[in-house]
C-alpha cells in the first residue's frame, strides 16, 4: 500500500487544520515521503519558485475516459464540462477562476464544489491523476494574486476534448 496522501483526499474544518496537518506529517515521516513531493512519485517535486501549486499541466484522457465522463449526468459533472468548454475554447490561454466562472455561467463555489466531486470520480472511475486540463496557483502563476487559481488547456488537451464533445453529441 502508499502513502496515507495516495488514498486519502478530504475536506477538513477549519478548527481540525492543525491537527490533521500534524497527522499528514508524521505519517509522511513515518512512509518516507516529504511534504514537497508528488504523491505518486516522491521524486518529483511538486513545489517550483514562490509559494504556490500546480498539476503539471493536466493530461490528455483516452478516448473512454472522456466518454465516460460525458457520460456522467450530475449536475457537478456538467458544471465542469461546461467550465472546460471555456478553456477548450482558448488553448493555450490562463484563466483565472473568476473570468472562467463568470464566461461558464456558474458561481467559483459551484466550481470548487463540482471540481471536488469530479476528482473523486476521475480517480475511481478512471486511471488518471491528473486531470484533463491545467491548474495552477501561487507566486510563479501571478505575483499579485497568488492566490487564484489559473486553469487553461494545452492546444492537443483542446482537441482531445473538443472530439469527444462532439462524439458523445453525434450519439445522443
Not at 518516507?32 to 505518486?40: A, E, K, L
Not at 471540481?115 to 491523476?129: D, P, V
Not at 505575483?143 to 488547456?153: A, D, I, K, L, V
Request: aromatic content about 12%; hydrophobic content about 35%; proline content about 5%.
Amino acid at each position: 500500500m502508499g502513502s496515507f496522501l495516495d488514498v486519502c483526499w478530504m475536506a477538513v474544518e477549519p478548527r481540525y487544520v492543525l491537527e490533521v496537518q500534524s497527522l499528514l506529517q508524521s505519517l509522511r515521516a513515518r512512509d518516507g515521503v516529504h511534504d514537497n513531493t508528488h504523491p505518486s512519485n516522491p521524486d518529483r517535486t511538486q513545489t517550483f519558485d514562490g509559494r504556490g501549486r500546480n498539476n503539471y499541466g493536466g493530461a490528455v484522457w483516452t478516448d473512454d475516459e472522456y466518454a465516460a465522463f460525458m457520460a456522467a449526468e450530475q449536475v457537478s459533472y456538467r458544471r465542469v464540462r461546461d467550465f472546460a468548454d471555456v478553456l477548450a475554447g482558448s488553448p493555450g490561454e490562463q484563466f483565472t477562476t473568476t473570468a472562467a466562472c463568470e464566461i461558464a455561467g456558474i458561481a467559483p463555489t459551484q466550481l470548487g464544489a463540482a471540481l471536488g466531486k469530479f476528482t473523486t470520480w476521475m480517480r475511481i472511475t478512471t486511471r488518471q491523476e491528473h486531470w484533463p486540463f491545467a491548474c495552477t496557483d501561487g507566486d510563479k502563476a501571478d505575483p499579485n494574486n497568488p492566490s487564484e487559481f489559473r486553469y487553461g488547456m494545452s492546444g492537443e488537451q483542446a482537441a482531445a476534448w473538443w472530439a469527444a464533445r462532439k462524439r458523445t453529441s453525434e450519439s445522443e
